[in-house]
């Protein structure tokens, strides 16, 4: 089993700056991608961020250009650097991670944390 737990979430202006962290325990040696999804009550969970072991990244469009996901596999940790925030960035994030390097192929969640980015 993998624990992922999450940090960093809050309040924010628009215009402003989160990190969000994400540590990994337990088994994780097996762990590949890991990445960041995030949901607004009613709508569907979308992925905003993933990365694999070897570093490979995929944003959603909406995103690019504005997050930055990074990850130390030393501290089994993955951050997601997220500036110039948007009242429409506003979601619970959750961390997730799995075995395969597709970051779509998700075997663990996070519980997530609440980002709000007020206008």
């Known amino acids: 089993q993998v624990q992922l737990v999450e940090s960093g979430g809050g309040l924010v202006q628009a215009g402003g700056s989160l990190r969000l962290s994400c540590a990994a325990s337990?088994?994780?040696?097996?762990?590949?991608?890991m990445g960041w999804y995030r949901q607004i009550p009613g709508k569907q969970r979308e992925l905003v961020a993933g990365?694999?072991?070897?570093?490979?990244?995929n944003y959603a469009d909406s995103v690019k250009g504005r997050f930055t996901i990074s990850r130390d596999n030393a501290k089994s940790t993955v951050y997601l650097q997220m500036n110039s925030l948007k009242p429409e960035d506003t979601a619970v994030y959750s961390c997730?991670?799995?075995?395969?390097?597709?970051?779509?192929?998700?075997?663990?969640w996070g519980k997530g944390t609440l980002v709000t980015v007020s206008s």
């Open positions: 997730s991670a799995g075995y395969s390097s597709s970051i779509f192929v998700v075997n663990y």
């Open positions: 337990g088994s994780i040696r097996s762990i590949n991608a």
């Open positions: 990365i694999t072991r070897g570093g490979i990244t």
